[in-house]
């Protein structure tokens, strides 16, 4: 079988240059989660907090390259590198578009400028780092002696891998072919030479195939734009037709379509800070809930109306508990939510708590420094926030990379003495399920943590087990 790389451009999209920090976050998580190859950045502006977003981008893809654009400058490269260079699999992207009319309006260069300039930066490129990519963008629409030039001085200079973009989407499946055959003899042998294929003609996928067959080894997706094929078309491929073409990848072709959806979702969220207490949270808890010698019928609405999806292992200890405890009266919501939480299956942590410190005050910012333990390694945070533990929360959201809503958050104290013990509770949504969190310290900020942590330990479990 022969392996083929399929790595996403979904950051390109129109709809991730429009989202926020977190947002953009959230959708490279579930890429290198997908297995991608390779998830793909934009080239950096000066805004500093492009920088911010790739350096929190490196602790986030940990299975993927994570590449990013180099611009057409030597400090550019520099400023890529420096990005980039904490990620586990960095890449450093030089691209260039090679008609002569995009080359003079966009780059400001003349065609034998350009083919020296593209020596020079992917070479300063390689001095960086190992993994250099060059993307031939409008390569479909260049002049083919040209085209072959520059892929020569690239491949010279010491890129590893070269990119032919149909960037007007107007390529045929047959053209598409030749490209390839003649781009492959140019950049020769050990050099993996990838296509992305515009979709104005509805022929991405097709062009796509066209190309593996005539020796690509790699095809540029994207969810949510069109100048890419659809990852979730090229999953059908492999899925269908992979066996008999001889093709596998890394995609898990099982999750495409689920991630999409998930992408789309989180993408198209409207713009603005969001923080952990944007969802809402139930004022009391007391109102009743589940009448007295409940059903299985009533007893199973009665937890999904709180929120929970159970297994029927779970759903059968939830039930025990219940007729073990309620004693011929009915439940509150809260009565049956503790019962929920202290039957239902635990699982084996992902995070686990190193330390915090917080700092907080009527004439300071609140902050907190949190670090969690995962796998033996200590990642940490530091995040501002509204209050103390709005803050801590920030902090372990800018460890994992990702927002989750918090759907409920209560305090409560066990004992009613000094030293009494803080009871918290919080209740994270994710894909629409509710995964809740108990935490008991005798510092409510050291319980309100904790709590957090249950939650999220639940999802990373969820996650690394469907």
Known sequence: MRQ??????????????????????????????????????????????????????????????LSCETGWTPEG???????????????????????????EYVCHMKPPKALEAVSKLVAAAKEKCADVEFVCEDATRAERPYAMDIIRAAVAAGAGRVTLCDSAGVFLPDEMAALVKEAKEAAGDGVVLAVRCGNDLQLSLSCS????????????????????????????????????????????????????????????QPEGRKTPFDGHAWADGAEALLPAQASDEVLSAAVKALGYELGEEDMLHVKEAVQRESKGKGLTRAELEALILSSSRQVPPTYRLKSYLVNSGNTISPSAHVALDKDGDILSGLCAGDGPIDAAFLAIEQIIGGHYELDDFQISTITQNRASMGDALVRLRHNGKIYAGKGISTDIIGAAIRAYLNALNKIAYEEKTV
């Open 4 to 65: 083929i790389f399929v790595s996403d451009q979904t950051l390109f999209s129109p709809a991730a240059r429009e989202a926020g920090f977190r947002q953009k976050l959230e959708a490279a998580r579930k890429l290198d989660h997908l297995g991608v190859s390779a998830v793909e950045t934009p080239k950096l502006t000066q805004d500093d907090a492009d920088m911010l977003l790739m350096r929190s981008l490196c602790s986030t893809v940990k299975r993927s390259v």
């Open 77 to 103: 490269v520099e400023r890529a590198w420096s990005a980039v260079k904490g990620a586990a699999h960095p890449r450093l992207t030089v691209s260039l578009p090679l008609t002569s009319a995009q080359l």
């Open 209 to 268: 195939v066209s190309a593996l067959l005539a020796g690509a080894d790699e095809v540029k997706t994207a969810f949510l734009w069109n100048g890419a094929a659809q990852p979730g078309a090229v999953a059908q491929l492999l899925r269908s037709r992979g066996a008999d073409l001889q093709m596998e990848s890394t995609l898990d072709v099982t999750r495409v379509n689920r991630t999409a959806d998930e992408i789309s979702q989180i993408l198209s």
